[in-house]
């Protein structure tokens, strides 16, 4: 019997993977020329052939300048765009590149030149090649680094960044059947030499994926345990919007103010009243978001004070929380002297 995850990716799989945005008016897709991508791009267009009205495709490749090859493999997209009646843009990184931490440098200016496109073409969205592959290595990832719930949710099928959504159509596919579908429609495919330098992180992960499928690791099971989580996710933020509703209910004292009746929410559990707290200080903060690990010291803290009946005062990502007359009140804190201007 064949295995299905072998198998291309049929016409009718195709308009089932992308119907969720059939109503948008235009959408980006992101085309590095690697197999997945590739893929992306041939089943979109395959889908979008099949629709009497849809959304306009627009193929961004950008460039980041770190690999000599780059140049030509965008030529290459932008030829296979041309076959499939679909306009191409690249796109490129410019400017100095950081000495460390250049993946995660080179993924947010790809967003970050990505939503620009998608917003001068007036694409709602910025359809990504991730795969259940990818997904069961950000899982990983994230459990070697301690990640919160929210965070080994791993990736959503639709997020939003900088300023639009991003659409994951691929999520459930695995990688096999991405370069099957190519290999059936005779169409080559570059191969990234980044994707196997153990210098980084998930080179070396996915290195592992064969001795951990061998114990049951597989990729669907981290992708569904990934959705599980998800799923728990979603319900704590549920409960963690009605605790924030009614909290606010009770801050009468200075509506300008966000403050929480501290006993009330010292009731709650823990990994409510850590949400909470998080939500004020993203929401005041001016230094980003929050780390889970410095949230969860702080309110340990936050905690005794409480129960000791006593007052805080303690700055975390530009925010000032301060418990004082049985509330809790979070408030920009002040620049640091660094970054006045």
């Known amino acids: 019997m064949p295995d299905p995850d072998q198998s291309p ?70 030829r296979l765009a041309q076959t499939l009646e679909m306009s191409h843009r690249t796109l490129r990184w410019t400017g100095a590149k950081p000495d460390t931490g250049l993946p995660a440098a080179a993924r947010a200016a790809r967003y970050r030149l990505l939503a620009k496109a998608a917003r001068a073409s007036g694409a709602t ?6 795969t259940r592959d990818d997904q069961a290595e950000t899982l990983l990832m994230r459990m070697l680094r301690g990640s919160g719930i929210a965070g080994l949710a791993a990736m959503a099928r ?25 290999g059936k429609a005779k169409i080559a495919f570059a191969d990234d030499p980044t ?10 992960l996915r290195a592992l994926m064969p001795a951990l499928a061998e114990e049951g690791g597989d990729s669907r099971n981290w992708a569904r345990l990934a959705a599980r989580l998800a799923r728990a996710n979603a319900a704590i933020e549920v409960l963690a919007d009605g605790a924030e509703r009614y909290l606010a209910l009770r801050d009468r004292d200075d509506a300008s103010r966000f403050g929480l009746d501290a006993a009330a929410f010292a009731a709650l559990p823990e990994e409510i009243r850590l949400r909470l707290l998080t939500r004020a200080i993203d929401r005041t903060g001016h230094e980003g978001p929050a780390e ?27 925010a000032a929380i301060s418990l004082t007359k049985g509330r809790i009140h979070v408030d920009p804190a002040p ?7």
Not at 19 to 32: E, F, G, M, T, Y
Not at 125 to 130: D, E, I, K
Not at 158 to 182: F, N
Not at 298 to 312: C, P, S, T, Y
């Open 9 to 78: 990716i049929s016409a009718q799989q195709a308009k089932d993977l992308f119907a969720h945005w059939k109503p948008a008016p235009a959408l980006v897709l992101a085309v590095s020329g690697g197999p997945d991508s590739l893929a992306l791009m041939w089943l979109a267009a395959r889908w979008r052939r099949g629709l009497p009205r849809g959304p306009q495709l627009l193929a961004v490749t950008v460039d980041h300048g770190l690999r000599p090859e780059a140049a030509r493999e965008a030529r290459e997209v932008k």
């Open 125 to 130: 969205h910025v359809l990504t090649a991730h």
């Open 158 to 182: 639709e997020t939003e960044r900088e300023g639009v959504w991003l659409g994951r159509p691929l999520l459930d596919v695995p990688k096999s059947r991405l370069v099957a579908t190519l």
């Open 195 to 204: 994707n196997r330098d153990m210098s980084f992180t998930r080179p070396r």
């Open 292 to 318: 889970l690990g410095k949230v969860e010291a702080l309110l340990a803290v936050l905690d005794r004070a409480i129960a000791d009946g006593g007052r805080l005062k303690q700055t975390l990502a530009g």
């Open 335 to 341: 620049p640091r002297r660094g970054n006045r201007a």
